[in-house]
């Protein structure tokens, strides 16, 4: 049914999962299988990397690095507009496959391609925009200065729920400030990042910049070891806090940097004021919007207890309205999760929530029909539940309420993540110490908006466990480069610093 879409994409039934300045002929890392989370078909299979395919693709990306960080930032910038234009031409069939292999309803999946191409064109301005400061010296006739270089190959590790997004707010980046990457996405979306590197290297190839962006579809092991591996400076890593975890404390051992984007376990207060006519819709967005497995998904809500009653009652009929189906089809609201995993963690949450106490208002069950999908669901919680503080990458949403806002503010920040937030209210001082140092303790912080679906020009990232790295737009780019702080004297006398004498006859 999908082969024509497949062909577009150039991908095969079987394929190979390392690109390393060219395909590897047959990775030996094992075959794994790309099933459709909707069917539980096998869409094709792919030949992952071992170590030793690791270890090709790894001094591939690094060797790249020496060329490629000569080349002037914005000759990098127009690769990544080439790149960009390729995209264009593409996103409706790479947004079909982003939804037949994640499970993401249609507009996500070209949503998420969108996401790419904006990236490329916010990368493309900043390729002239890498500014450094000149900063005044105490010293007579000196200029202190300070200027960003490239710093070196990226190891980009990638979550299955942004299976391309993710990988273009990093490579973007990367590219224009001088840096190769080397991805290694998820085992569960493999196709995803084998089409998108057929796309990139459309234009590399031709340009003779082949190896400036690679790839290994790998397990565990590839991204321990890139994380352990001196060749990438960075390792940008996004998924669960535990691999997290795992992945920092390797990147540490050899005192490489880490940029962090884990899970989040978001929270969104509505009080006395709010318009809840926008929160409904916020909500039902935040909260069911990609069935639940987004790390900004909305997972805690807040609400002033005069106005919890309504509020419940007008979510379980908008609840109740959700169009289940098969995630290519128009109409559909809410797809499948990825996995018989991911089904299985609901519910194991589900029995879990009833055994502490928490109210199940409606969902909490799997929805009989072939695929892995489950019902979005609302319970009634309480605050002393251990389970609220852990995020389940499903559409299940915790309901407490609160009457004093700052016990609202207080109950919202006491979780081990902090990601996204939201508040709704009509009321500015409500709102503003929402946002004030007191206020919400994430990395996103709204205001009559849901947490989830953020643009690119900010900073993304989150705070505490969700592991304090800022992707996307303002300044994250700086976490691609190295800064250097030059000094020039442009005197005929040595003055230091501080005012040290060190004269010597
Ligand atoms: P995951 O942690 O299972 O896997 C993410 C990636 O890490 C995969 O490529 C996987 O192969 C790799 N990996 C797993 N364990 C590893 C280890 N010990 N060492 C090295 N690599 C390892 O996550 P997932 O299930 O794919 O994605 C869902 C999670 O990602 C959720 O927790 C979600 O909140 C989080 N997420 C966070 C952001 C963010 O920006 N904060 C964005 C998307 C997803």
Known sequence: MWQDLLNRLRLRSTNSGVYAGRWLDRPSGGEIESLNPATGEIIAKVHTGSLA???????????????????????RGEIVRLIGEQLRKQKDDLGLLVTLEAGKIRSEGLGEVQEMIDMCDFAVGLSRQLYGLTIASERPDHRLMEQWHPLGAVGVITAFNFPVAVWAWNAALALVCGDPVLWKPSHLTPLTAIAVQNIVND??????????????????DVGQSIAADVRFPLISATGSTAMGKSVAVKVAERLGRSLLELGGNNGCIVTESADLDLAVRAILFAAVGTAGQRCTTLRRLIVHESRAEELIARLKKAYGNVKVGLPWEEGTVLGPLISEDAVKQFTDAIATIKQQGGEVLCGGSRIDRPGCYVQPTIVQAKPAMEIVKHETFAPILYVFTYQDLNAAIELHNNVPQGLSSAIFTERMREAEQFLSPAGSDCGIANVNLGPS??????????????????EAGSDAWKAYMRRQTCTVNYGTTLPLAQGVKFDVE
């Open 53 to 75: 395919d690791f270890e090709v693709a790894a001094s591939n990306s690094h060797a790249a690095f020496a060329s490629w960080r000569k080349l002037p930032a914005p000759q």
């Open 203 to 220: 234009v590399l190839e031709s340009r003779g910049l082949a190896g400036v962006l690679n790839l290994i579809v790998g397990d565990r």
């Open 453 to 470: 679906g953020a643009e690119i020009g900010g900073a993304f990232g989150g705070e505490k466990e969700t592991g304090g790295g800022r």
